[in-house]
C-alpha cells in the first residue's frame, strides 16, 4: 500500500488525477472504475483541463461506476449518472456507449445486480479503480455489516450515510434510502485501487481501515489484502495515522 500525504484537496486532487492520467497513457483501452461524491470532483476538474489541452484522451477508455441510488432515473440531478455527466462525461471525448451506471430504475434490483456483475466481469474488471471513503469506512456503498458483499447488490443505506450525503438534498428525506453498489469482491478484482480521502471527518475511518484489524465493519479495511493499493490524501484525512 503507498499512501500520499498532500497538503491540501487541490494538492491531492492533482495527485489522484495524475496517477489516473499516467494509466489511460499506458493503456488508451483501459477500463476504468470511477466513483462520485465530494472527494472525486477536483481529481475530474483536472482530467477534464488535461483532456482539454489534448494531453490525455478518453477516445478508448471504458468506465464502470460503482453505485447508483434506487429509485432515482439517470437524469435526476441527484443521481450518480447526473453527477459523472456533468463532472466529467460531457467535457471529455469519452464515447458515451462505453460509460456505464447501475440502472437506480430498475424494477428487479436483484436481477439488475447480476446484470452489471456480468458487464464489469466481461470486460475484464477495471484496470484501476478509483475509490472515496465514508465517515464509516464505506467504499462504494457497503456499508458496516456482519460480512464482506461479494457482487453487485441493493444495499440498505445506514443513518450516518444518509446523513452525510443530505447536504446534496434538500433534506435528509430526500436522500435514498436504498442504492445499488459494486461489492467488495467485484471492487478488490481490480488491478489498481485509487483511493481519494480529504478532510479531518475522514481521519479515524482511514486509520481504522490502513492500521486496524480486517472487519467487515470496517469495509475499506479489506483493501490492507489487495496487492496494488494507493491512497491519496489531505493533512487533516491522514491525522489519524501513525
Known sequence: MRIYREKDYDAMSRRAATIIAAQIVAKPDCVLGLATGSSPVGTYKNLVAWNKQGDISF????????????GLSGDHDQSYR??????LFDHVDIVPENTNVPNGLAQDPAAEGERYEALVASLGYADLQLLGMGRNGHIGFNEPCGEFP?????????????EANARFFASADDVPKQALSMGIGTIMKARKILVVVSGEDKADAVAKAVQGPITPEVPASILQL??????????AALSGLK
Open 59 to 70: 477516445k478508448e477508455v471504458r468506465s464502470v461506476n460503482l453505485d447508483e441510488y434506487y
Open 82 to 87: 447526473y453527477f459523472m455527466q456533468t463532472n
Open 150 to 162: 461479494l457482487i453487485t447488490h441493493l444495499v440498505d443505506l445506514t443513518e450516518s450515510t444518509i
Open 226 to 235: 489487495h496487492p496494488d493499493v494507493t491512497i491519496v490524501g489531505d493533512e
